[in-house]
């Protein structure tokens, strides 16, 4: 069992929207032999959420800069 489970998830990887990879992921996940496997009434969804992945990122927060300045922003002192 163990031993499929990298190939299996590399084939998802390389294929990630080809239903019949993931499909063959998500039953693998099924086999009795997995301490608990996969129900049969989540197998369906899983495939659905396999076969769309969602690429989640955090956007890295920026400081946003004004592009005019105001007038506390500015002097005309002359420095010494």
Known sequence: ???AWPDLALDYLQALDDRTVCTA???HLQDGCWPQPLAAADAVALVDLLVAPKLVTEEA???VRPRQAQPDDVSLA???
Do not use: N, Q, S
Request: charged letters at 35%; aromatic letters at 0%; proline letters at 0%.
């Open 1 to 3: 069992m163990v031993e």
């Open 25 to 27: 992921l998500v039953h």
């Open 61 to 63: 927060e920026v400081e």
């Open 78 to 80: 002359l420095a010494r």
